[in-house]
């Protein structure tokens, strides 16, 4: 929906022209329309539109706004209580503000807009902070309570909406994104090491509340807090949101479970649906995406509906045939964008600026595509599948954590039936051995890690300066060891998988100025599928998503539902780089190749000769340490 940034200090400062870089750099994200607030004189003085006035103040606010709900001038933000005591700067939608709205109405609440920031500044004047369980939504706020003297901040339960802060001048400053701290004179540009070490060895970023960037932080998902205005780098964040021990549900049969699934489901899609503009779909073909388009068709069935899709060139990976037929089945309007490596050279530059983080892996790049082409065909909200697969355990590895749930729990037979069955599926013929991870005592991992080639520091990483790097190595941490697949599920929910699945649809998506909903997500769908039985999440043929598919059916096409390959936004490798060959190697053989010290300069271009040679298939790590290099020249990164 939005952007937005703000600085607070313990004495007044004049830091307008701060406040206005920092909101300036964020304008993709809110195009719409801009906002400041400040104080002077006790009072709190707002406008829009216009230039931060050049005057001392102890807290500043700036918002970009993408109108999405109530496109009237009305909802611009930075927004003030009719008291004048209380002002919010707020990113995200509420998708229950209807129902708050006139819950809070009966209450004696008076509303003057149509805006859900309204209603949840209304929300937290009846409520304070116990608000936040009566949420649906995807936020990340501040709101100043001039009276008290303090800011309060809070992030979704998922952490859909992103929140970085930093210690600045004695203050405290705050974003969507990192680049608009990094227009704050003075702020450290050093890389943190410990999650340098993480994005190389392990593709992950987001797993906790740091980031690449020493000097900042992020407010973890599903955390709130006060912090003072008197003592702006006291702070006091707590998380509100948790995913602990879930009781789960003993349902009377599969049919049961599926059917409140799905009406959970449908009643999520439904929320998401809320906007006053057009809202399309990002399809990709696979089950999740699909289910959301037949969703939307089911539950609007005269609407017209726009879907948007990467169609990859190379016919061994692409999944067009899949996203037709979704297409026909709904009825959408399809559009279908093809990105070529031609492209992506002429555009990796800025989806480096846009990530802030360097990425993982070639999918970021066709949802950059998606995201743009929506916005070409002026569709600013889309619906999108992220998260369906950490709920419902739907990647191909989790069949082997199931198995060694069982072993742990002794059910040997039926592990070995699981295991006979599990293992004839496309992608599950290394089962045994991944499910040894969970099995073999930790001392033994190491050996383990070298027989199938996953050493914890390969060649390729500068060993010297990892030194004293904690690595994320230790065994997963489980207070309910029979319940294996969960543990690994919550910790994909939380820091392995989606934490950074959401930043890159964050980014791609807001750097056009497109608004991704998630309908997975909601923190109340999130603790229903963390009820349901490990059996119903994965089933006894090894198929994931079991209970989820059986929800679908009759709503989603059978051919879809029983696919047993998903290629997803697989940009076909080795074509790929085969054509990029030129361009790769010009980042590789760089001076600032060279200076990047966490890798093995050496040990990188051995690789790329191997790699280019067709000796070596280029892995992950041809993709993580080209996007490091170019995110370290694009941000002036410095090594210590």
């Known amino acids: 929906m939005c952007g937005i940034s703000g600085l607070i200090f313990s004495e007044t400062r004049r830091e307008s022209s701060a406040l206005k870089r920092m909101t300036e750099s964020i304008r993709h994200r809110g195009p719409d329309d801009y906002g400041w607030a400040l104080e002077r004189d006790g009072r709190i003085f707002h406008?829009?539109?216009?230039?931060?006035?050049d005057v001392t103040s102890r807290v500043y606010l700036g918002h970009r706004r993408l109108s999405i709900q109530d496109l009237s001038a009305a909802g611009v933000q930075p927004m003030v209580s009719s008291d004048g005591d209380l002002v919010i700067v707020f990113n995200g939608e509420i998708y229950n503000f209807l129902e708050l709205r006139s819950e809070l109405e009966s209450l004696g609440q008076i509303f003057k807009t149509g805006t859900d920031t309204e209603v949840l500044l209304a929300s937290f004047r009846v409520?304070?902070?116990?608000?936040?369980?009566?949420?649906?939504?995807?936020?990340?706020?501040?709101?100043?309570?001039?009276?008290?003297?303090?800011?309060?901040?809070?992030?979704?339960?998922?952490?859909?909406?992103?929140?970085?802060?930093?210690?600045?001048?004695?203050?405290?400053?705050?974003?969507?994104?990192?680049?608009?701290?990094?227009?704050?004179?003075?702020?450290?540009?050093v890389a943190d090491r410990e999650r340098v070490f993480h994005f190389l060895r392990f593709g992950i970023t987001d797993h906790d509340e740091g980031t690449m960037f020493s000097a900042v932080k992020?407010?973890?998902?599903?955390?709130?807090?006060?912090?003072?205005?008197?003592?702006?780098?006291?702070?006091?964040?707590?998380?509100?949101?948790?995913?602990?021990?879930?009781?789960?549900?003993?349902?009377?049969?599969?049919?049961?479970?599926?059917?409140?699934?799905?009406?959970?489901?449908?009643?999520?899609?439904?929320?998401?649906?809320?906007?006053?503009?057009?809202?399309?779909?990002?399809?990709?073909?696979?089950?999740?995406s699909t289910a959301i388009t037949m969703a939307v068709r089911n539950l609007r069935p005269h609407t017209?509906?726009?879907?948007?899709?990467?169609?990859?060139?190379?016919?061994?990976?692409?999944e067009e045939k899949w996203i037709d037929l979704a297409v026909q089945s709904a009825d959408c309007i399809a559009h279908k964008v093809r990105p070529t490596p031609a492209e992506l050279i002429d555009d990796f530059d800025e989806v480096i600026y846009a990530e802030d983080h360097p990425s993982a892996d070639f999918g970021i790049y066709p949802q950059h595509r998606v995201a743009r082409l929506a916005r070409e065909n002026n569709i600013k909200v889309l619906l999108s599948g992220e998260g369906g697969d950490e709920l419902?355990?739907?990647?191909?590895?989790?069949?082997?954590?199931?198995?060694?749930?069982?072993?742990?729990?002794?059910?040997?037979?039926?592990?070995?039936?699981?295991?006979?069955?599990?293992?004839?599926?496309?992608?599950?013929?290394?089962l045994w051995l991944e499910a040894a991870q969970y099995l073999i005592p930790y001392k033994l991992q190491g050996a383990l890690r070298k027989?199938?080639?996953?050493?914890?520091?390969?060649?390729?990483?500068?060993?010297?300066?990892?030194?004293?790097?904690?690595?994320?190595?230790?065994?997963?941490?489980?207070?309910?060891?029979?319940?294996?697949?969960?543990?690994?599920?919550?910790?994909?929910?939380?820091?392995?998988t989606l934490p950074h699945l959401l930043r890159y649809q964050d980014r791609a998506s807001m750097c056009y100025s497109v608004e991704s909903r998630v309908p997975f997500l909601t923190g109340d769908f999130i603790q229903s599928a963390r009820r349901l039985p490990e059996r119903y999440l994965i089933g006894d043929s090894g198929i994931g998503k079991h209970v989820f598919i059986k929800a679908l059916r009759g709503l989603v096409p059978d051919v879809l539902l029983d696919r047993k390959d998903k290629a997803g936004f697989d940009m076909a490798k080795q074509a790929w780089v085969n054509t990029l060959g030129d361009f790769i190697e010009s980042i590789f053989t760089s001076d600032r190749a060279r200076a990047c010290t966490p890798i093995n300069h050496a040990s990188l271009i051995s690789m790329w000769i191997e790699v280019r040679a067709g000796r070596r298939v280029p892995d992950a790590y041809v993709w993580r340490c080209l996007n490091f290099i170019a995110w370290a020249d694009r941000f002036e990164i410095e090594f210590e």
């Open 127 to 189: 409520w304070g902070e116990s608000m936040l369980s009566r949420l649906i939504g995807m936020f990340a706020f501040a709101i100043w309570d001039r009276a008290l003297s303090q800011v309060f901040f809070a992030r979704d339960p998922a952490g859909i909406k992103p929140l970085y802060y930093t210690l600045w001048g004695g203050g405290f400053a705050f974003a969507s994104e990192i680049k608009a701290l990094m227009t704050l004179p003075g702020i450290s540009r």
């Open 451 to 496: 027989i199938i080639g996953r050493e914890l520091l390969p060649d390729l990483m500068n060993r010297a300066w990892f030194e004293g790097a904690q690595a994320l190595s230790q065994p997963i941490a489980s207070g309910r060891r029979t319940s294996l697949l969960r543990d690994v599920l919550d910790q994909a929910i939380s820091s392995t």
């Open 218 to 288: 992020q407010l973890l998902p599903g955390s709130s807090g006060w912090l003072s205005v008197n003592a702006p780098q006291s702070l006091r964040f707590r998380r509100y949101f948790h995913l602990s021990e879930p009781d789960i549900i003993q349902f009377k049969n599969e049919d049961e479970a599926a059917e409140c699934v799905r009406q959970d489901f449908l009643k999520s899609v439904e929320l998401h649906l809320r906007s006053d503009v057009p809202v399309g779909v990002a399809l990709s073909g696979g089950i999740d």
């Open 304 to 318: 017209e509906l726009h879907s948007f899709s990467f169609a990859a060139i190379e016919p061994s990976v692409s």
């Open 47 to 53: 406008g829009s539109r216009s230039d931060v006035p």
């Open 392 to 430: 419902f355990a739907g990647y191909t590895g989790y069949a082997a954590t199931r198995f060694a749930s069982q072993l742990l729990r002794l059910e040997f037979c039926e592990a070995l039936k699981f295991a006979i069955k599990a293992s004839q599926l496309p992608g599950r013929q290394k």
